[in-house]
């Protein structure tokens, strides 16, 4: 039987930001304008399929770009490569931005932090390189994949303390060449699961309790309703939702 994914993505600029330096691929598709509906894929799994939220890193030469290259050049690669080539592609991603520095000086420094799935036939991997997350969601709770490369590690509102903002690696995000090692979660492909991937303006704004209840079986109105949420409790920063789910083809 065919497994089919089904996902469903969308960005915003946010409650407080004058524009979007987050940045959604799925598959061949990437968006970074503010959307105000969510956009839904089907995808057979006989041939890779890869979903990524990108957020451009603020304060920093054109986030918007950094996220923009980093999201359309990694998702093109896995697309077509699968889950087995993740470390491969993210590093060869990440040279390309630094490649791009030489060529356009201005630019030097802009960065991107990345979270993913990638997935083909029955290999599913999870993958980040600094602090935007993937949860699993499981019995009405969200279990999370990725880990935060922060000082802090996997904050999350209530905590002590305020949450670090610095990224102890990125794509990009220094003058220097500095490598990569994505953070790599690995599953087999399980008929129902359902993934959550975000940029921290999500999870920041939404204790995770509150988040894993409004996922429910229908994926577009759970982002969407995801999304509402976080400009309804004045989010500072960008918001991306991406909603993965397992599912069997059906019945000719």
Not at 54 to 82: F, I, P, Y
Not at 158 to 165: F, I, K, Q, V, W
């Amino acid at each position: 039987m065919t497994i089919l994914i089904e996902a469903v993505g969308i960005t915003h600029r946010g409650a407080v930001r004058e524009n979007n330096e987050d940045c959604i691929a799925i598959g061949f598709w990437v968006e970074q304008g503010s959307m105000e509906a969510a956009r839904r894929f089907e995808h057979p799994l006989d041939l890779p399929f890869a979903c990524l939220v990108a957020d451009g890193m603020g304060g920093h030469n054109d986030g918007e770009k950094a996220s923009q290259l980093v999201a359309r050049s990694l998702a093109r690669r896995l697309s077509a490569q699968g889950p087995g080539h993740i470390g491969p592609a993210a590093r060869a991603v990440n040279a390309e931005l630094y490649a791009q520095f030489k060529e356009q000086p201005e630019l030097a420094g802009m960065g991107s932090t990345v979270v993913g799935l990638v997935a083909y036939q029955k290999r599913l991997a999870i993958f980040n390189v600094g602090d935007s997350r993937a949860y699993r969601v499981n019995e009405g709770k969200l279990v999370q994949l990725s880990i935060d490369d922060t000082a802090t590690g996997s904050w999350k509102p209530g905590d002590e303390g305020e949450r670090s903002t610095q990224l102890l690696q990125c794509f990009g995000g220094r003058t220097t060449f500095t490598d990569i090692e994505p953070n790599v979660h690995r599953e087999s492909i399980a008929a129902g699961s359902t993934y959550l991937m975000c940029s921290d303006g999500l999870y920041e704004t939404i204790p995770a309790e509150r988040m894993a209840a409004l996922i429910g079986a229908d994926l577009v109105a759970s982002a969407e309703a995801l999304l509402k949420a976080a400009l309804a409790a004045k989010c500072r920063d960008n918001v991306t939702i991406a909603l993965v789910r397992i599912n069997d083809a059906p019945a000719a």
